[in-house]
């Protein structure tokens, strides 16, 4: 499967809240994703085909050395062709550089989710009891610390 990763711009902004509505049960408005669009913290990026198409996107906020990731979502029939851990590895490089560490929320029942977060150096620190509302769920915190090292 063919994609590319660019910077979101406004055209990607109707497909990603789409993509939102199909991926999560509070998904992100088109006005939230156009205010990333001018918040300077923000960073979002997008997968897609050679027609245009949104195969997947993903959002990060760094405040100074800190990075958190928002949001990782891949439309359905773009699942398990390494679209979300293309994704992910933007972010990760950059935080290798950047960042002393990215961290996340993933819902406790998103198997899928945490074995990619686990693949991309992440590491479970905590749970945050009843973060997620619909369903009602525990979200599990992920971490990846970077070092000097990291760089390399």
């Not at 789409?18 to 979002?44: G, I, V, Y």
């Not at 996340?104 to 150096?121: F, M």
């Amino acid at each position: 499967m063919y994609y590319e990763i660019v910077p979101m711009d406004r055209s990607h902004i109707p497909q990603i809240a789409a993509l939102e509505r199909e991926c999560f049960p509070d998904p992100w408005s088109e006005t939230l994703l156009e205010d990333a669009l001018f918040d300077p913290q923000a960073s979002f990026i997008v997968a897609e085909d050679d027609e245009g198409m949104i195969l997947g996107y993903a959002g990060l906020h760094a405040v100074l050395d800190e990075g958190y990731i928002d949001n990782i979502a891949v439309a359905a029939d773009a699942r398990r062709h390494g679209v979300a851990s293309a994704l992910l590895d933007v972010f990760c490089r950059f935080g290798a550089v950047n960042l002393a560490f990215l961290s996340l929320e993933v819902r406790q029942s998103n198997a899928a989710a945490i074995a990619l977060y686990e693949k991309h150096g992440f590491q479970r620190v905590g749970l945050r009891p009843g973060y997620y509302q619909h369903p009602r769920e525990d979200a599990v915190i992920m971490t990846r610390e970077f070092s000097k090292e990291d760089e390399k």
